[in-house]
T-cell receptor, first 112, second 113 residues
Framework: GQNIDQPTEMTATEGAIVQINCTYQ??????LFWYQQHAGEAPTFLSY????GLEEKGRFSSFLSRSKGYSYLLLKELQMKDSASYLC?????????????FGTGTKLQVIP | EAGVTQFPSHSVIEKGQTVTLRCDPI?????LYWYRRVMGKEIKFLLH????????ESGMPNNRFLAERTGGTYSTLKVQPAELEDSGVYFC???????????FGNGTRLTVT
């Protein structure tokens, strides 16, 4: 099976930088995703890492270390609209099939 | 490009009734997934279609749930008869190929009373 851990909640100040960590255990690893979800809305795709290293996309960056089963999402120049849940998801083998499994999400609150 | 659309956005039904949820994936996306989020828990996989075929239905809770994707376009998820524990948000997602990112719809919030 797959196991994904991320902090439940985080608080950060507007304009600051925040790092949201995710650790995972899986077999047949085939990529890690980060999604943003505002309350009552669809999860929105942010980033995808399949190889080790840092992927940068504007204010958001995502890092992956496959050997450590570890990823983080880095948000720079935080804005109030960044308050949302951030979901770490891993594609790997579960029950004999490749599937994308989600963590419980990290609820980020950005304060002035 | 239109995103993944789901209907209805909300549904309130009584225990024992039947509900059918619909999902229209992004045009051209062969892969369609159903997920469910129960209050306070993570988004959990239900099943995966490739075109009209069920690739993986290992996440379906029991035989009260029936998913179809006739013609390989839109999909329906029927719950019959509904139980209280079926309440939650049902998300549909699609992807162009099996290893590309999933694009989600806004979900259907199902409340069984």
């Amino acid at each position: 099976g797959q196991n994904i851990d991320q902090p439940t909640e985080m608080t950060a100040t507007e304009g600051a930088i925040v790092q949201i960590n995710c650790t995972y255990q899986t077999s047949g690893f085939n990529g890690l995703f980060w999604y943003q979800q505002h309350a009552g809305e669809a999860p929105t795709f942010l980033s995808y890492n399949v190889l080790d290293g840092l992927e940068e996309k504007g204010r958001f960056s995502s890092f992956l270390s496959r050997s450590k089963g570890y990823s983080y999402l880095l948000l720079k120049e935080l804005q109030m609209k960044d308050s949302a849940s951030y979901l770490c998801a891993v594609r790997g083998n579960s029950g004999g099939y490749q599937k994308v499994t989600f963590g419980t999400g990290t609820k980020l609150q950005v304060i002035p | 490009e239109a995103g993944v659309t789901q209907f209805p956005s909300h549904s309130v039904i009584e225990k024992g009734q039947t509900v059918t949820l619909r999902c229209d994936p992004i045009s051209g996306h062969d892969n369609l997934y159903w997920y469910r989020r129960v209050m306070g828990k993570e988004i959990k996989f239900l099943l995966h279609f490739v075109k009209e075929s069920k690739q993986d239905e290992s996440g379906m809770p029991n035989n009260r749930f029936l998913a179809e994707r006739t013609g390989g376009t839109y999909s329906t998820l029927k719950v019959q008869p509904a139980e209280l524990e079926d309440s939650g948000v049902y998300f549909c997602a699609s992807s162009q190929v099996w290893n590309s990112p999933l694009h989600f719809g806004n979900g259907t919030r199902l409340t069984v009373t």
